[in-house]
């Protein structure tokens, strides 16, 4: 194995018994089409889990919502990008040609997602446990406490607590459709709550951006209708 897969497996603290899913949570749609897309989907969903269980053991007095504003502000793009640089994922991403020239490897939708399929490939490599044991080894110098929860809140976050004080089932997202070459892509996502009957559209430079942009639509149809 490439001398530099080795050290960031020591940085890890994880080594893979597949090496095959490390160096796919490393690759970018623009290198191959095995990349890291899917992985990335199985890595956020695991990654807010543990953030979760995280915040509910560290945070005892905090009630849901602001537990939700604390998580939001942990696995946002920016936190992740700054994690995966700390990881040194930049100096490892496998990137096509155009990507690479137009300086990918330090694009930070690129890097947190990548960060999130690697959180993915571990918890397929060896379950759960070591995935969130990775995922509070990444968290262990971030500084978390309760005033996080004062930050504003994206609009994802302001949708999903719409929501839930309704009583209502969180939004599905989809990637509607991807424009644009594959250094330079956009993303137009879906949002849709069943109960209503309702979709709302939005775009962005990256998956996350089209799902915010997609849910601040999404805020702006229900308070335009008065709900």
């Not at 191959?32 to 890595?43: P, V, W, Y």
């Not at 696995?75 to 100096?91: C, D, F, S």
């Not at 960060?115 to 978390?144: M, N, T, W």
Request: glycine residues 8%; contains cysteine.
């Amino acid at each position: 194995m490439d001398g530099q897969l080795i050290a960031l497996q020591a940085r890890l603290q994880h080594r893979f018994s597949d090496p095959q899913l490390l160096a796919r949570a490393l690759t970018h749609r623009s290198f191959s089409a095995d990349h890291n897309e899917r992985l990335e989907f199985l890595g956020d969903s695991v990654l807010n889990l543990a953030v979760a269980a995280l915040l509910y053991d560290r945070l005892k007095s905090l009630p849901e919502g602001d537990l939700s504003r604390v998580r939001a502000n942990l696995v946002k793009q920016e936190t992740l990008h700054q994690l995966a640089v700390g990881l040194g994922l930049p100096e490892v991403l496998r990137l096509g040609e155009g990507e690479t020239r137009s300086g990918g490897s330090r694009r930070p939708s690129i890097l947190a997602d990548a960060l999130e399929a690697l959180i993915g490939a571990v918890h397929l490599d060896s379950g759960y446990g070591a995935a969130e044991a990775l995922v509070h080894r990444l968290f262990q110098d971030v500084e978390i406490n309760p005033n996080m929860a004062a930050t504003a809140k994206d609009p994802k976050t302001e949708l999903q607590e719409w929501l839930q004080g309704r009583k209502m089932k969180l939004p599905i997202y989809r990637v509607a459709a991807t424009l644009g070459a594959a250094h330079k892509q956009t993303f137009d996502v879906e949002c849709e709550i069943s109960e209503l009957g309702a979709v709302e559209r939005g775009i962005g430079a990256s998956r996350r951006a089209g799902e915010q942009a997609a849910a601040a639509a999404m805020l702006l149809a229900l308070k335009a209708k008065g709900k």
